[in-house]
T-cell receptor
Framework: DAGITQSPRHKVTETGTPVTLRCHQT?????MYWYRQDPGHGLRLIHY???????DKGEVSDGYSVSRSKTEDFLLTLESATSSQTSVYFC???????????FGSGTQLSVL | GNSVTQMEGPVTLSEEAFLTINCTYT??????LFWYVQYPGEGLQLLLK?????DKGSNKGFEATYRKETTSFHLEKGSVQVSDSAVYFC????????????FGQGTILTVHP
C-alpha cells in the first residue's frame, strides 16, 4: 500500500503551546489532507493541499495552519493549542477525484 | 454543500448474520461514493467505491450500489465474520473538490462468535 507516515503517533501538550504534526508520503501524490476524528462527527477536513505551496481551508480550520514546501511533506500546526483540539488527527494523500485516499495511522493529541 | 448521513450505531451482530449499513448523501453534480473501514488503532482504508449511477462496488464480500434516484449507497454483506468488526465510513467526493472526501459519522460494527 501507499507509504504515508505521521509523526508523532502520540502527543500530550499543554494549553497555549504550539504543536506541529508531520505527514510524509512516498507516492508522489499531488493532493494531501488533514482530518480530525471525533466521536459522533466522523472525520472532518481541517486543511488540504493541491500542490506544493498550494493549500486551502477545510470545514474546521480555525486555530490550525498548514504548510507544504515539498510534494512529500505536509505539516499541520496548532498555533496555540486548546482543549477542544484534543482529537485523533489523520493525514491522507491521493491523486484526486474518483481516486481513493491513503491514510496514515493517526496522531492521538491530548491538550491538557 | 455536500453531506453524508449514516445510520445510527453501534451495530451488534452474531457471526454469519446479514449486514446492512444505510448511507444517504446530498451533493452537487455527480459525486463518487466510497466506503472506508477503520480497524482498531489504524487509519482508514478503502473498502469499495462506485463512480457513477447504478455502479456496484464490491470487495471482501461487501457490496454497495450507487442509487442516484434515492441518493443512497447502502453497504451490505451476506454473512459477517468476527474479523469484520470495525468502524465503517460512507464518504463522497465531487469533481470540484480536489479529491476531498466528505464523511458520514461512522458506524461501529461488532460481530460476536
Amino acid at each position: 500500500d501507499a507509504g504515508i507516515t505521521q509523526s508523532p503517533r502520540h502527543k500530550v501538550t499543554e494549553t497555549g503551546t504550539p504543536v506541529t504534526l508531520r505527514c510524509h508520503q512516498t507516492e508522489n501524490h499531488r493532493y494531501m489532507y488533514w482530518y480530525r476524528q471525533d466521536p459522533g462527527h466522523g472525520l472532518r477536513l481541517i486543511h488540504y493541499s493541491y500542490g506544493v505551496k498550494d493549500t486551502d481551508k477545510g470545514e474546521v480550520s480555525d486555530g490550525y495552519s498548514v504548510s507544504r514546501s515539498k510534494t512529500e511533506d505536509f505539516l499541520l500546526t496548532l498555533e496555540s493549542a486548546t482543549s477542544s483540539q484534543t482529537s485523533v488527527y489523520f493525514c491522507a494523500s491521493g491523486q484526486g477525484y474518483n481516486e481513493k485516499l491513503f491514510f496514515g495511522s493517526g496522531t492521538q493529541l491530548s491538550v491538557l | 454543500g455536500n453531506s453524508v448521513t449514516q445510520m445510527e450505531g453501534p451495530v451488534t451482530l452474531s457471526e454469519e448474520a446479514f449486514l446492512t449499513i444505510n448511507c444517504t448523501y446530498t451533493a452537487t453534480g455527480y459525486p463518487s461514493l466510497f466506503w472506508y473501514v477503520q480497524y482498531p488503532g489504524e487509519g482508514l482504508q478503502l473498502l469499495l467505491k462506485a463512480t457513477k449511477a447504478d455502479d456496484k462496488g464490491s470487495n471482501k464480500g461487501f457490496e454497495a450500489t450507487y442509487r442516484k434516484e434515492t441518493t443512497s449507497f447502502h453497504l451490505e454483506k451476506g454473512s459477517v465474520q468476527v474479523s469484520d468488526s470495525a468502524v465503517y465510513f460512507c464518504a463522497l467526493s465531487d469533481s470540484t473538490s480536489y479529491g476531498k472526501l466528505t464523511f458520514g459519522q461512522g458506524t461501529i460494527l461488532t460481530v460476536h462468535p
